[in-house]
């Protein structure tokens, strides 16, 4: 079964350095996302990438993140100076077009800045 | 703007009781409705959705859950759990129109004990 892969599955960082995640997403799969987690809260949306550009971004994607599609398989997440509150779970998604379509979520990358 | 609220973070219930997991959500306009399920240090799976029709939605692992228009709800039900329920519980809505952006309730932790 196709699935969407992320990695590290923990990486720890100093404040102040640039982290970079990575996700495979479903390879037929047209749409992709980044979500969040901080410890004891909701999963939130932070971007949806489309046909090589941002789709839509929430309030939380600010200057200091960044989505790249390097390739035809990678779909990575950089956040440039890492600070003591973006420490969370990650989650990459993939989906193909249309909002009545599965999102195929990652098992998700935990992000500790210390 | 659209919310979720999962009224319980903890759900605990014996081996093949029945259990409800609670959902509402307030949104303006009409939604699709989603339950993921995350299992211990994995990702986000889909277990159902409602998109229109019939307001009984089945899905895998023998859960169901209704769609309430008039009261908001989509609760999630099983008449019988296992062991192997135990896992965080999200229940999620998008708009038609905003493809897979979802948002998300904080989650309920279903702990299914002997």
């Known amino acids: 079964e196709p699935e969407v892969t992320q990695t590290p599955s923990h990486q720890v960082t100093q404040m102040g350095q640039e982290v970079i995640l990575r996700c495979v997403p479903i390879?037929?799969?047209?749409?992709f996302y980044w979500y969040r987690q901080i410890l004891g809260q909701k999963v939130e949306f932070l971007v949806s990438?489309?046909?090589?550009?941002?789709?839509?971004k929430s309030e939380i994607f600010d200057d200091q993140f960044s989505v790249e599609r390097p390739d035809g398989s990678n779909f990575t997440l950089k956040i440039r100076s890492t600070k003591l509150e973006d420490s969370a779970m990650y989650f990459c998604a993939s989906s193909e077009p249309g909002a009545n379509t599965e999102a195929f979520f990652g098992q998700g990358t935990r992000l500790t800045v210390v | 703007a659209q919310s979720v609220t999962q009224l319980d973070s903890q759900v605990p219930v014996f081996e093949e009781a029945p259990v409800e997991l609670r959902c509402n959500y307030s949104s303006s306009v009409s939604v699709y409705l989603f339950w993921y399920v995350q299992y211990p240090n994995q990702g986000l799976q889909l277990l159902l959705k409602?998109?229109?029709?019939?307001?009984l939605v089945k899905g895998i692992n023998g859960f169901e859950a209704e769609f309430n228009k008039s009261q908001t709800s989509f609760h999630l039900r099983k008449p019988s759990v296992h062991i192997s329920d135990t896992a965080e519980y999200f229940c999620a809505v998008n708009s038609p129109r905003r493809y897979s952006t979802l948002t998300f309730g904080k989650g309920t932790m279903l702990l299914v004990s002997p």
């Open positions: 990438f489309y046909n090589n550009e941002i789709s839509e």
């Open positions: 390879s037929n799969h047209l749409y």
């Open positions: 409602y998109l229109s029709g019939s307001t």
